[in-house]
């Protein structure tokens, strides 16, 4: 399958789109905002929870070696360290002097362009290697480059001085990189410590008492250790709480490997670069699988669950080529990992991952055996032996996915009063399923159709909608992917019958009422062809 090269529609338009009709709006919005934070409005949050049932339907409820799990955001600190995150979770950053942009160094590419005479260092920043490779050749125009290097890598450290900023284009600007950990502290129990501190300093200010050093150093070790104590850490991902339940769903489900554990839930990153709409947050849900397997068996496992999750997104109506697998290189793999592929979505700013999957070895279990004390093996009954289990780990985001299914579903086509703007969502995906639309305001017609809402709505999510012209009403079900509309007009007082009117090829159908709920499932079940 050939991949496209560009996104089909832009970000502004999905931006835009996402808060006329109330699917996405920003956080705190009329405090002017909270950076990367979102709020899922009416038509949003059912397409979220849409996209999480059919991903629990997939994988927990069709599947025999499955089963769920809800853990606590909030974990015992020591989890993060076991799990390298305290030491580890950070992304190198570098800042441009000059303009003040602040960058990924693991995203920022250099290229040395041009011939011997003449030549210079590009910047880039991407998130692939390809992409890289391709937005330098641009700024290159027809001179040659060399193979990009990402400013992460020490080895690329001495560029730095050469590099010029991908944002404003001066040299010699950018900072050393950073690293800066992304989790985001907060702290538990009756006093927050932060607020003591404060509460004593204000106390010796009040109280004019000169400050000898020897106290105030006690003072300030007292004080760290108190927040030390209290602190403990929003997770940054779902996974570490499934790891530290194994033996807990092991010995209460008595399961055989190889068999998996399926999460979904909110995880926190103090992102540095956030950005792209939805894509980049600082508050996200994921939803993450850890599948156990005997090692060994863990490449094989790997394969399959590529397939399988490549899968799922095509089922519910990703096209094929806007989708890809990409596997890590060997710089990128995280500190868990043996092998990765990324699931790639052609968004509109370019191709970028919209779902991990990874071989962690059994790195997670052996790091929370050994911080805990805990014997995590799992009995191997046929070898009579203990083992410790490898995981393979899809993990998704269900705002990325969010995202990439308004994407996708995005289309316009011209029509007779200019554009008609259509979400072409899969009908499991789709917020509102059914619209039921009276032809005209006045009664009997409406009490009819509101008779017949009451029982459509007992089946689906719908919509009432009696304002403004049918073929208004009809182009707004349109752009919010509404599949089908049911027209309750004069002619259906007489001869109880309805028009069902689908969105896709706009082709109508005129039933009895008494069919109507059969007539919808079907046309909505898992055979609906538009
Ligand atoms: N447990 C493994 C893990 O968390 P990850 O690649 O860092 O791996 C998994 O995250 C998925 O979570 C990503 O593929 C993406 O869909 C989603 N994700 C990660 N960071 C995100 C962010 N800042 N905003 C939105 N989604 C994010």
Known sequence: MEKATKSKVDMDTIVSLSKRRGFVFQSSDIYGGLGSCWDYGPLGVELKNNIKRAWWKAVVQERDDMVGLDASILM??????????????????????????????????????????????????????????????????????????????????????????????????????????????????????????????????????????????????????????????????????????????????????????????????????PGNFTFRSREFEQMEIEFFVMPGTDEDWLRRWLDVRYQWYLSLGIKEENLRLRQHMHTELAHYAKDCYDVEYLFPMGWAELEGIANRSDFDLRQHSQYSGKDLTYYDEEAGQHVLPYVIEPSGGVDRATLAFIVDAYDEEPDKDGTRVVLRFHPSLAPIKVAILPLSKKEPLTALAKEIHGVVRK?????????????????????????????????????RQVTIRERDTMSQVRIPITDLVPTLSRMLGPEYQP
């Open 76 to 273: 015992h600190p020591q989890v993060w360290v076991a799990s390298g995150h305290v030491a580890g979770f950070a992304d190198p950053m570098v800042d441009c002097r000059e303009c003040k942009h602040r960058f990924r160094a693991d995203r920022l590419w250099i290229a040395r362009a041009g011939t011997n005479e003449d030549a210079g260092y590009l910047s880039v920043y991407e998130d692939s290697p390809e992409e890289a490779r391709a937005g330098l050749q641009k700024k290159a125009g027809k001179a040659p480059i060399e193979e990009p290097s990402l400013l992460s890598d020490y080895a690329s450290y001495p560029l730095l001085a050469k590099a010029p900023c991908p944002s404003c284009g001066k040299t010699g600007t950018l900072t050393d990189p950073r690293m800066f950990n992304l989790m985001f502290k907060t702290s538990a129990g009756p006093v927050n410590p932060m607020d003591d501190l404060l509460f004593s300093l204000d106390a010796l200010i009040a109280q004019g008492i000169a400050v000898d050093p020897e106290k105030l150093k006690a003072f300030r070790d007292n004080a760290k250790e108190q927040v030390e104590r209290a602190q403990v850490y929003m997770r940054p991902e779902t996974a570490q709480g499934i790891f530290v339940n194994f033996s807990n769903v092991l010995n209460t489900t008595r399961r055989k490997l190889p068999f998996g554990i399926a999460q979904i839930g909110k995880a926190f990153r103090n992102e540095i670069t």
């Open 459 to 495: 089946s689906w999510m719908t919509q009432y909608d009696e304002v403004q012209s049918i073929g208004r009403r009809y182009r707004r079900q349109d752009e919010i992917g509404t599949p089908l509309c049911v027209t309750i007009d004069f002619q259906s007082l007489e001869d």
